[in-house]
């Protein structure tokens, strides 16, 4: 029996629009209640709650927060020495990060516009001061989400850059500061200004509210479990953040000129991540469909994480018949999905279908565009809004550190224009009973 789900487009239900594959309320409103604990032990107790709080859940538990700049540059080159294809694999996916976020800053202009007679207009893109990246470390610690979140935040021309990540025991000294040695040396390839053996809720209140060891930050990003995304959800306001991150998502749009093997893997790259992750692949024809049904068994067989992969197919994957491209791409739209694929052929067809698509966290055009070369090698930030929120978000880039902010200026001799904005601003001060606005425009008159 196949695994996944073969349907008619017509058949598709509209749970398949939603996020309901996600966490029940009572478990959403159990995580929210521990979260919020430990948001106020934080507060109010600072270093001595995350101390605690890496007792009860982590695997170490240092008498100090910041892992000094030598540990992380020894684990740097211990990296290099020992495992010199990671390090030049991290190597070029920052440099590659880096190129594209400065390319990206390029692209917020400064101006100053005389917008009427005597009256000028301006913009300005300032970085924030002190960026906050939170960084998992379970069994797989994620090194290359070091890269996606810390490269973008010095493109912008941060000040400085707080990491934490959760503690690990120190082989030289169980009670010094310790963390994965991937992530310390992703970090110091990247730059982290300060790293901290911190982890969970706790580290995410640590950079909003700031401790006695941790610097309080103006924007916290990066992924994690349901208790930081919780904890992320809760401190926005008093700080920015990226996103809620759900789980993560590939639709791909595929026609006979597909491979089927390449489609099956991208849809497992995906699939492997959680059992809550969604591979979906929306086609006109049938013999690809069953085509690349067959190689997901093929391959789910040999797969090393055949379990987790397994499952996110039977209880969330699906291979949708369509009519014809067009009515793909308009499922696809509806979706938002975070990762799109357009496994087509370059031409006129595919051409149309790269204008058509407009709700999608990355886009990834043709048969050689792999989804996994923008999760590590291509420039591209792998942060990306999940559970339909593509609909109004792109991803983590270098805007999430710079604010765009505004000026007015005025000239002597000031022209009509500002004259005219006087009297304006007058007139709407009375009408919204405002009289101290109408009197502060009528006063420069």
């Known amino acids: 029996m196949e695994t996944i789900k073969i349907i008619q487009a017509e058949d598709l239900e509209a749970s398949f629009f939603t996020s309901e594959r996600l966490s029940s309320t009572a478990e959403t409103s159990d995580v929210s209640s521990k979260v919020a604990a430990i948001i106020a032990d934080v507060r109010s107790k600072k270093d001595s709650a995350v101390k605690e709080y890496s007792a009860k859940f982590d695997r170490a538990t240092p008498d100090t927060l910041e892992i000094p700049k030598a540990e992380l540059e020894a684990a740097k080159e211990e990296l290099k020495a020992q495992k010199p294809e990671l390090y030049k694999a991290l190597c070029r996916s920052h440099d ?99 790293v901290f053996a911190c982890g969970g809720a706790q580290a995410i209140a640590a950079m909003a509210y700031g401790t006695e060891s941790i610097p309080p930050c103006d924007v916290i990003v990066g992924p994690g479990n349901k208790f930081v995304a919780e904890a992320k959800r809760m401190i926005y306001g008093h700080c920015g953040i990226d996103m809620i991150a759900g789980p993560t998502e590939v639709f791909i749009i595929a026609d006979d000129s597909a491979n089927p093997a390449w489609v099956a893997a991208d849809m497992l790259a995906q699939a492997e991540h959680d059992v809550d992750a969604q591979a979906v692949l929306a086609t006109p024809s049938k013999a ?60 006129k067809e595919r051409d149309a279908l790269v204008e058509q698509a407009h709700n999608y966290g990355s886009l990834f055009i043709g048969h050689e565009s792999a989804e996994v070369l923008g999760d590590y090698a291509a420039g591209l930030n792998h942060t990306l809004p999940t559970s339909m929120a593509a609909r109004y978000t792109g991803g983590l880039s270098v805007r999430h550190f710079l604010k765009t902010v505004t000026t007015l200026r005025t000239q002597d001799p000031k022209g009509q224009g500002y004259a005219d904005s006087l009297a304006a601003a007058a007139v709407l001060g009375d009408t919204e009973g405002l009289a101290g606005h109408a009197q502060a425009a009528r006063i420069r008159q």
């Open 288 to 347: 690809l469909a069953q085509k690349v049904a067959e190689e997901l068994e093929k391959q789910l067989a040999v797969l090393p994480t055949e379990q987790t992969a397994r499952e996110s197919l039977k209880r969330h994957g699906k291979i949708i018949i369509t009519k014809d491209l067009t009515q793909a791409c308009e499922i696809a739209n509806k979706k938002a999905p975070e990762h799109l694929e357009l496994a087509l052929d370059a031409g």
């Open 96 to 194: 590659l990060a880096l190129t594209f976020a400065l390319r990206q800053k390029d692209s917020f202009d400064n101006f100053e516009m005389e917008i009427a007679p005597g009256l000028f207009t301006g913009q300005k893109t300032i970085p924030i001061e002190r960026a906050g990246v939170y960084v998992p470390a379970g069994r797989f610690p994620l090194l290359s989400s070091v890269v996606m979140c810390i490269t973008p935040a010095k493109a912008a021309g941060c000040k400085e850059i707080v990491l934490c990540t959760p503690p690990r025991e120190n082989p030289k000294n169980a009670k010094a500061p310790y963390a994965d040695k991937g992530i310390m040396a992703a970090a110091a390839i990247c730059g982290a200004d300060k």
